[in-house]
């Protein structure tokens, strides 16, 4: 059973401006260290932070309360499942939203699609409930 589903699009340059004009203060308050340390690595530095700042807007969405009943940005991380496949972390307001949304029995997947074809990159965000083993 699908709980939310969101996506979102984002403009590469403008990450790349608010980068440029605010530095480590915007990537410290956006993005986990984990997402942090995977971005520097990338050639395209400024397209990495875009499609982990678009999957952030989508899962606020999917969660349906945006940035706001307790949820900010660090709460929700882009992390590589072992496959490499992405998908998110939530913790804090964001885990606590999912939790409350989650009927009882049941656990939450949630599955994350990012792509990019300059200068857009792109998010969607799927949450479901499925039966708890």
Known sequence: MILGLGSDLV???RIERLIERHGERFLDRIFTPVE???CDRRANRAA???RR???KEACSKALGTGFRKGVFWRDLGVV???SGRPGM???GGAL???REMTPPGMIAQIDLSLTDEPPMAEAVVIISAI???
Do not use: G, H, V, W
Request: charged fraction near 25%; aromatic fraction near 8%.
């Open 11 to 13: 403009d590469i340059r």
């Open 36 to 38: 942090r340390a995977k």
């Open 48 to 50: 990495s932070y875009a």
């Open 53 to 55: 700042f678009a999957a």
């Open 80 to 82: 590589n499942l072992p």
């Open 89 to 91: 972390q939530l913790t």
């Open 96 to 98: 606590e939203r999912l």
């Open 131 to 133: 039966a708890a083993p």
